[in-house]
């Protein structure tokens, strides 16, 4: 989960550039209510609990193919889909450094965090642990983008993260026991600005 794993996950904003762009999210204050939606309610709530499944499923070659069909298919615009499908291949081909066998019962096009729970759990780290950092880096990449497009400075951005730590902890007792039937979100202004990146004229994200 460490950033210097070569993913490209730093080319990504989910949307939240363009919420910087409309003046959804202006300072810190705002940064930080944008990330709880989007951790509680929005995509990586759902990323949360197709984790959990690629970690149980990660012996099951055909339901990892279904619940690799099942994220991208929640995917809520076209670059939230090419996003969470580039991560996962790269995650994949990167992670082959660690051989397993594993990585040959993932599908080609696996989401991202479907493709970090299977090899996580292959590799016997704990779904506790391994969710946590993967939150935490998720979060993390959203701070460093709004500190680069403005919304906050360094100093904030780590308050934020201090202040998400309490979100993170709750959502991962939340997601141990959950199920695919508590996939959902309702965190719509995140996807409508998801979804408007997609015609932003310049920009410094791809999503």
Not at 1 to 16: E, H, K, N, Q, V
Not at 86 to 114: I, N, Q, Y
Not at 134 to 154: D, K, N, P, T, W
Not at 161 to 187: F, P
């Amino acid at each position: 989960m460490s950033p210097a794993f070569p993913i490209g996950g730093f080319a990504w904003s989910g949307g939240l550039e363009r919420a910087v762009h409309d003046r959804l999210v202006q300072d810190a204050s705002e940064l930080r209510s944008w990330l709880v939606a989007v951790l509680r309610h929005g995509s990586l709530w759902n990323d949360a609990i197709l984790f959990g499944e690629g970690w149980r499923r990660h012996e099951d070659h055909e339901g990892l193919a279904e619940l690799s069909e099942l994220g991208l298919a929640l995917a809520g615009s076209a670059e939230r889909h090419f996003e969470t499908l580039s991560l996962g291949k790269a995650f994949v081909a990167t992670a082959r450094a660690w051989p397993a066998p594993v990585l040959e019962r993932l599908p080609a096009d696996v989401p991202f965090p479907v493709a970090v729970g299977a090899i996580a759990a292959a590799h016997r780290i704990s779904l506790e642990d391994v969710l946590a950092a993967y939150l935490h880096a998720a979060l993390s990449q959203a701070v460093s983008a709004g500190i680069r497009l403005g919304a906050c400075g360094q100093m904030d951005g780590v308050a934020i993260l201090a202040a998400l730590e309490t979100e993170i902890g709750q959502v991962i007792r939340d997601v141990s026991g959950a199920t695919l039937d508590d996939l959902g979100t309702a965190a719509i202004q995140v996807d409508i600005a998801s979804l408007r990146h997609e015609t932003q004229h310049s920009r410094l994200f791809r999503s």
